[in-house]
């Protein structure tokens, strides 16, 4: 679960956010890079694969890799490639499969 | 749908130079980017931040400015956040933006779609706690986080300027585990004829050496047997170096071994690719204007070939002339007078390049794995199930889908497909050239059936 943070925040955003992750309140900058603020937070495991239930988080935080997908509103998206919202719910994924309901 | 002169695929150095030359040529150019500002990752967010922390990042960051300035014009619609999945004849380039399938057309597409980092698949690798340099970069550009504890694993300049804004930033790193040799520097000389163009390149290298040995930050070099331990995640780096076996316990590992052209948009048109040795990489075949065998389709920037943020910056507004020309609206003549200048300083900023893969070449054992390491992070197929297939007959990346899962996840090889092919060149003999790479199909990124019923059916049909 959440760790203390390994990470330091330069400097802290002014206006602050609620996001749930996985049931649980975080206190997060609102308007900032989802996958960064989650770690920032303390959040070092985003998912676990489907194939060997591994643990993983951001590895290349530019929308490569695919390993910081997480669940929003039942669809499974890409934490570093969205935004900070207030009240945003967001999950480790559920199923076994992983890639958004694509096509 | 809507029309316009030129689409420019990234807004990093190379498309947003592409994208302004284009403009003043008198272009109507749409600018698609992933990133919800203008930037590329080497300038991510710098309109943002440049001001915050402006004085850590330096200003071969905070110049990018300049570029992000000069899109904001008449003539260029920057279609930000707009992640692109299918580009096909004609050209019609399929995206998706705020949740939402759309598409754009023109006759060119000028690709500017950067670098990744090269795979670097060590025994631990895919632990969270481990990023890419390149991650390291972005949290601190775009979040302004830095790693309380972070090991940097690897060889290159892009090693030394991240430890140099850390220690300016008040937290250096434990530590630099580097896996380029003295042997390597040696070899590397023989280029310094050249290097010595890129002089102010080369003394920018230096400084940030003499930052990091004032900061006391410590630096093993020539490491092997590296190794990322941890119990669900990141903890410590373990390798040898100077003859002894060594631990450094961390909870952030950034992995760096060069970086490697995105190609996955190009190969999806059809671009031709070839190995370049000296690189290690498959570099997209083009001519000197970016030009390529698929007639309307341009690259530009990393993407074509690694030279850096200043050349592709130079890069994108040569292709852009070249396009300008092509479409009637510059001359022959004018579009060689204002090309000449451009190839002269192009030819000074790849001086360096020789020197720089000489004197830092990729880790050889992140190279060749050995048979535990995991080389497709996705599926989790091992170094040893690829040299498995090759065992049985497979003689090329799209053939190891037949035998396992290698490169069929979300990332679409895009963290394994080099190392596959690299292993199944080993096992057969044959050329990387000969072994080829995976087929790149639409959707280049995965795209929901919510975002995708706002559109047409033709789109739609791209789409499956
Ligand atoms: S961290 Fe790689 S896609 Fe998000």
Redesign the interface.
Same mark, same amino acid.
């Given at each position: 679960m959440k760790t203390a943070?390994?990470?330091?925040?330069?400097?802290a955003a002014p206006a602050r956010a609620t996001v749930w992750f996985d049931g649980e309140p975080l206190d997060l900058p609102q308007g900032?890079?989802l996958a960064?603020?989650l770690?920032?937070a303390g959040v070092?495991?985003?998912r676990h694969?489907p194939?060997?239930g591994?643990?993983?988080?951001?590895?290349?935080?530019?929308?490569?890799?695919?390993?910081c997908?997480v669940e929003i509103d039942g669809?499974v998206r890409q934490a570093c490639?969205l935004?900070v919202e207030d009240g945003l719910r967001v999950t480790r994924p559920h199923e076994a499969e992983?890639?958004?309901?694509?096509? | 749908m809507r029309q316009c002169d030129v689409i420019v695929v990234g807004a990093g150095p190379a498309g947003m130079a592409a994208a302004a030359t284009a403009a003043d040529a008198g272009l109507q150019v749409a600018l698609l980017d992933?990133q919800?500002r203008a930037g590329g990752?080497i300038y991510r967010d710098v309109d943002r931040v440049a001001a915050?922390?402006g004085g850590?990042l330096g200003k071969d960051y905070t110049e990018g400015r300049a570029l992000t300035a000069a899109i904001r014009r008449d003539g260029i619609e920057h279609l930000d956040g707009a992640?692109v999945w299918a580009i096909e004849d004609g050209f019609c380039v399929s995206y998706t933006r705020a949740g939402q399938a759309a598409q754009v057309s023109a006759p060119k597409v000028i690709l500017a779609t950067g670098a990744?980092?090269r795979p670097m698949p060590l025994p631990g690798w895919?632990?969270?706690?481990?990023?890419?340099a390149?991650?390291g970069q972005?949290?601190l550009k775009?979040?302004?986080?830095?790693?309380?504890?972070a090991v940097l694993v690897g060889t290159g300049p892009l090693l030394y300027l991240i430890a140099a804004q850390m220690v300016r930033?008040g937290?250096p790193p434990v530590a630099l585990v580097e896996t380029q040799t003295r042997a390597d520097l040696m070899r590397a000389n023989r280029h310094l004829g050249g290097a010595l163009r890129g002089w102010p390149y080369l003394a920018k290298g230096l400084a940030m050496l003499a930052e990091l040995m004032r900061a006391r930050v410590p630096r093993y070099t020539g490491a092997t047997t590296i190794a990322i331990a941890g119990d669900? @995640?990141a903890e410590a780096v373990t390798f040898r170096s100077g003859g002894k076996p060594r631990t450094v316990a961390c909870?952030?590992v950034f992995l760096h071994h060069g970086v490697v052209p995105?190609t996955q948009a190009a190969r999806s048109v059809g671009v031709p690719h070839r190995w370049d040795a000296a690189q290690h990489c498959f570099n997209p075949v083009v001519d000197a204007w970016g030009g390529t065998a698929v007639a309307g389709v341009f690259l530009a920037g990393d993407g074509a070939g690694i030279g850096g943020a200043k050349v592709a910056e130079t890069a994108g507004r040569i292709a852009a002339l070249k396009v300008a020309e092509e479409l009637g609206r510059l001359s022959a003549d004018e579009r060689d007078r204002r090309a000449a200048p451009l190839n002269r300083l192009r030819s000074r900023q790849t001086a360096i390049r020789p020197f720089l893969d000489a004197a830092y070449p990729p880790f050889a054992e992140a190279l060749a794995p050995a048979d535990a390491t995991l080389v497709c @992070?996705?599926?989790?197929v091992t170094a040893g199930e690829i040299r498995g297939y090759a065992k049985l007959g497979c003689i090329g990346p799209n053939q190891t889908k037949a035998f396992g899962?290698a490169g069929m996840?979300?990332?679409q090889g895009?963290?394994c497909g080099l190392t596959v092919t690299a292993l199944l060149a080993e096992a057969t003999g044959q050329t990387p050239d000969q072994t080829g790479y995976y087929r790149i199909r639409p959707?280049l990124?995965?795209?929901?059936?919510?975002e995708?019923a706002a559109m047409d059916d033709g789109a739609r049909d791209a789409?499956?």
């Open positions: 943070s390994p990470f330091l925040e330069l400097e900032a890079n960064a603020a770690l920032a070092a495991v985003f694969t194939a060997s591994a643990p993983r988080g951001p590895f290349c935080l530019m929308g490569a890799c695919f390993d997908l669809v490639m935004e992983d890639s958004g309901a694509p096509v | 992933e919800p990752q915050l922390r850590i992640v990744l980092e895919t632990l969270p706690g481990v990023m890419t390149g991650a972005i949290l775009q979040s302004g986080l830095l790693a309380r504890r930033a937290t669900g @995640r909870d952030t995105n @992070r996705c599926e989790e899962r996840g979300p990332c895009r963290y959707p990124k995965p795209v929901t059936l919510g995708l789409a499956e």
